[in-house]
């Protein structure tokens, strides 16, 4: 006698391990399974989910825990040793489910243990997710030859956000184990998230443009940048709403990262080298011997401590001006932020050596011609 009642209509399905397990046992030939009672075929689902539990936890803590200790890294050894318990939890809950289906007396509260069930186990792999998440995006931020976005102080914004989509996948899935209608919930969602994303739209562009400009890095900490507002200075800190400048007169100026992102920079220190090249432009009267100006250009770039012997200065003939023969001098500095006072000093140093030299730097002069003078007498002006 089959000891298996046949289904009610209003009776859910068993669930799908109870449904493969018959599929089983029918092609293995075993006759005697469905002759068996309805609390024997639950206790070996039961059993035999629990040997499969045994046996994902077996190849866990041997194979893969044995392959991942082949690596240099601690990365997937770590991984490995967090995925023992959702994989075990998992095995044993879907043993329960199915083995508690097989309970014709308790058919009437089967739906509840699924839901109770399938929030169990997703409680599990969500516990699970948030900690995998985590331990990637740490390692990601310590490797910063790949993933230059995710530095230190980036690691708690990406962190937050994939906790928060986790969450949200989550929370979707709960509800749709326990049968919830979530079409108003999305609906829902999608206007406060409009309404947000209108009252915080300067506070997001910012926190874009600060993203993105820690992923391409224009410049980093350290660096000598000018904007296009006319700001020079050197980073002093990368934050994701703004960028901090300390400028010469030791002022520090606070730029939004969104309008760095839309502008033009400038940075006078990338590139293999923090030196930087200035440039000097001297005017001399016609009839100068063009070597004697290349002779005292030359020495006041070498009388300068700060201006480097390596690339070596250089003078270089621009062109006939309007009342002048035009010169650069071309020279390299160690850092952008010492271009003033090494300015100066050349100058200084070229205007002191064109006047000993007897060499006459020429300027505007203007010739003033009046064609009538008034004529003036007591009492009144005549013209």
């Not at 109870?18 to 029918?26: F, I, K, P, R, V």
Request: charged share 20%; hydrophobic share 45%.
């Amino acid at each position: 006698m089959n000891a298996t009642a046949p289904q009610d209509p209003d009776t859910p399905d068993d669930p799908v391990v109870s449904g493969l397990l018959d599929d089983l046992m029918a092609g293995l030939g075993l006759e005697w399974w469905p002759d068996l009672a309805s609390p024997y075929q639950a206790l070996c689902i039961l059993g035999l989910c629990l040997a499969c539990a045994w046996v994902a936890n077996l190849l866990v803590t041997l194979v893969l825990t044995a392959w991942a200790r082949r690596t240099t890294n601690d990365l997937d050894d770590r991984i490995v040793a967090l995925s023992h318990r959702p994989v075990v939890w998992s095995m044993i809950l879907i043993g329960v489910v199915s083995a508690y289906g097989r309970l014709e007396w308790l058919a009437s509260t089967a739906p509840l243990v699924t839901h109770l069930a399938s929030t169990l186990a997703l409680g599990v792999w969500v516990i699970f997710a948030l900690r995998i998440s985590s331990l990637l995006l740490e390692s990601a931020s310590e490797n910063q030859k790949r993933f230059k976005a995710l530095e230190r102080r980036t690691f708690p914004l990406f962190d937050n956000l994939a906790k928060l989509g986790i969450i949200g996948v989550a929370f979707y899935l709960l509800l749709e184990a326990w049968e919830v209608e979530v079409t108003g919930w999305i609906a829902s969602a999608g206007v406060v998230s409009v309404v947000i994303g209108m009252a915080a739209q300067d506070s997001l562009s910012n926190l874009f443009a600060g993203v993105f400009i820690i992923a391409d890095a224009p410049y980093r900490v350290g660096d000598y940048i000018v904007l296009d507002g006319g700001e020079r200075g050197r980073v002093v800190n990368i934050g994701l709403r703004s960028t901090r400048i300390l400028t010469r007169d030791d002022v520090e100026v606070t730029v939004p990262n969104s309008l760095i992102g839309a502008g033009k920079i400038t940075n006078e220190t990338a590139g293999p080298s923090t030196k930087h090249r200035i440039r000097i432009r001297v005017g001399v009267a016609y009839g100068t011997q063009v070597e004697a100006v290349r002779t005292i250009l030359l020495a006041a770039a070498e009388g300068q401590a700060d201006v480097c012997d390596d690339p070596t200065p250089r003078t270089r003939f621009r062109g006939f001006g309007e009342s002048s023969i035009d010169f650069d001098l071309l020279c390299w500095i160690p850092e952008p932020s010492i271009r003033g006072s090494v300015v100066d000093g050349l100058y200084t140093s070229t205007y002191d050596a064109l006047n000993a030299a007897g060499i006459e730097i020429p300027f505007p002069k203007r010739d003033v011609y009046v064609r009538e003078l008034p004529s003036v007498e007591t009492g009144e002006q005549q013209t």
